[in-house]
């Protein structure tokens, strides 16, 4: 197989190890590559069982038929390192001749099929289309495997989907042309679409997509790396560019943006985009990564902090400064573990505030706040006062409870204003290597008007969290 043409595809191919999500345009070779890593694993692994899961019966057929068997069956070495003589291919099960064997599967409403299998690697196609909350499921078939591997491939719809979520796990890779005048950093959407071919958006110079690179916007994910392909970048669409810009004016926005530039949608308009957040990235690490234990004698310091619970939400803290040109600069991101005691979890917040010494803390109020609050109030008292926040459609000033003080905020208001911020940059994150990973909870926020309150409100996807945001809003 030859990668001419196509330098993108090598680093895909040569992430052997670990987890592994492809976010793709329709036809950019996604089955290719699935069957390639079958027949791959299948010969270098005798021992392996290997799932793939489609949704529906048809797609997993269409895979057999059309991809896995006229690889298998027309290349001489795999025809005798994987068949035999005689062998006769099957399409649901198939046990290789080396021993190694391949489990088809479908799972568009229910996971129920994939229940009893025992896999080493399993492999999910359209993953976009997979009932939600079976991918769990599926990956249970996973643990007894010493190194249980995941792949992941589809085509993005509404930004609400568990394809957007692992890839926003994943170091989501982003194909990237610097521009030979400005030395702009380009990655492909519809602001890079020129008349002919893929240009810069600020210069509008001709841009060489064989001569770009990968680059995470999440480095440091210790999920598995994730990769975004699209039409402009495969070479059969280089030649018919004026393709591509035929489906613009044909298609609607939101297919066109998941079909061919391999990018998701909302139904809602988002607030601020990736790379505007990612524009507001300075060059300082995480305050833990180096010598600040005594920052907070000579700079203020401020604490948000969203208590988490049950088996799903997590507990951010986030410890910020405003500087004397009114910017405020988020100084570090603490993530705590999902399932942490409550009372380790207190102390760790108590401890990480003691140690910087911050002047004062606000925390969400409701839920687990009632009783958190007062728990780490109890721990450690900050100077400038401790505030537990509570949303409301109106807004009222800090009050005296006891010994914290009850603030009510208008959530929408207070939210609009954070990203009036980053669009004005008065906002700071860490450098990128290490806020990376949280700025997608800033992105996946979009804005839509409530009838009722006659307002606009911000929403983001059941399956997305933003506790990062909202404790950066309440610094």
């Known amino acids: 197989m030859s990668f001419a043409g196509r330098p993108y595809l090598e680093a895909v191919y040569r992430a052997g190890r670990g987890n592994l999500v492809i976010r793709a345009s329709r036809q950019v070779e996604k089955s290719t590559f699935l069957a390639n890593t079958i027949a791959y694993e299948a010969c270098a692994n005798p021992g392996a069982s290997i799932l793939f899961v489609a949704p529906r019966h048809e797609q997993a057929l269409t895979f057999a038929h059309d991809r896995l068997h006229p690889l298998l069956q027309e290349s001489p070495l795999l025809r005798r390192a994987l068949l035999g003589p005689g062998h006769r291919l099957r399409v649901r099960d198939i046990e290789f001749s080396n021993g190694a064997r391949l489990h088809l599967r479908t799972a568009f409403r229910s996971a129920d099929a994939c229940r009893g299998l025992s896999a080493t690697l399993l492999l999910v196609d359209e993953v976009q289309d997979v009932a939600a909350g079976n991918l769990p499921v599926l990956q249970e078939t996973l643990s007894h495997a010493e190194r249980a591997r995941t792949i992941l491939t589809g085509t993005p719809k509404l930004i609400d989907n568990h394809l957007e979520a692992m890839f926003a796990r994943s170091t989501a890779n982003h194909w990237t042309m610097v521009c030979k005048n400005c030395q702009d950093a380009v990655t492909i959407d519809e602001r890079s679409l020129g008349p002919t071919g893929l240009v810069c958006p600020q210069c509008q110079t001709a841009l060489d997509v064989t001569a770009g690179a990968w680059v995470p916007h999440n480095p ?10 699209s039409h402009p970048m495969v070479p059969w669409f280089g030649n018919k560019f004026h393709e591509i810009l035929e489906r613009q004016h044909s298609y609607d926005p939101v297919r066109f943006h998941n079909e061919v530039l391999g990018l998701p949608s909302t139904l809602g308009d988002h607030v601020v985009t990736r790379a505007e957040l990612e524009a507001c990235c ?40 405003m ?16 399932r942490e005691e409550p009372d380790r979890v207190v102390e760790l917040v108590a401890s990480c505030c003691s140690f910087y010494q911050v002047s004062a803390i606000a925390a969400d109020g409701n839920g687990n706040g009632n009783v958190y609050n007062r728990l780490l109030f109890a721990k450690f008292a900050p100077p400038r006062g401790f505030y537990a926040i509570y949303y409301s459609s109106s807004e009222h000033a800090p ?10 905020v208008n959530r929408s208001a207070s939210i609009g204003a954070l990203f009036g911020r980053v669009k004005r940059q008065q906002l700071v994150f860490p450098c990128r290597e290490d806020a990376g990973n949280y700025l997608d909870e800033f992105s996946c926020e979009y804005a839509t008007y409530d009838d009722q309150q006659r307002s606009i409100k911000y ?13 950066t809003m309440l610094c």
């Open 220 to 229: 440091r994910s210790t999920w598995g790396p994730g990769f975004c392909i």
């Open 282 to 321: 300075g060059s300082a690490p995480f305050l833990r990564r180096g010598d600040n234990k005594d920052l907070g004698r000579t700079t203020p310091l401020f604490a948000g902090v969203d208590w988490g619970g049950g088996v799903n939400s997590r507990t951010i803290l986030v410890i910020g400064q």
């Open 323 to 338: 500087r004397s040109d009114f910017v405020f600069e988020v100084r570090d991101i603490v993530d705590l573990p999902v």
């Open 399 to 408: 009050a005296a409870d006891g010994a914290l003080f009850r603030w009510t």
């Open 459 to 471: 929403e983001h996807p059941p399956s997305r969290t933003t506790p990062c945001m909202l404790r």
